[in-house]
């Protein structure tokens, strides 16, 4: 079964809005923390900057919003 993540993840891409999932490369040297592995299996990356437009904006927040609803 798909985590509630992943199938954001797959909604938001059949929406048009490009998300990436979140993998932070350690060195060798310098093992990932205990709670890193969690963190990346939580979250996403979603579109945030000063180029977007208001529209684009509240396109993103309105596909979000729907998917919670669904």
Do not use: Q
Request: net charge positive; with cysteine.
């Amino acid at each position: 079964m798909k985590s509630k993540r992943d199938r954001l993840f797959e909604f938001l891409r059949e929406n048009g809005i490009e998300t990436i999932k979140n993998h932070y490369d350690f060195p060798p040297a310098y093992p990932k923390l205990p709670k890193t592995a969690k963190y990346e299996a939580e979250t996403l990356r979603i579109p945030c900057n000063d180029s977007m437009t208001y529209e684009e904006v509240s396109y993103v927040i309105k596909r979000i919003k729907e998917f919670f609803k669904a």
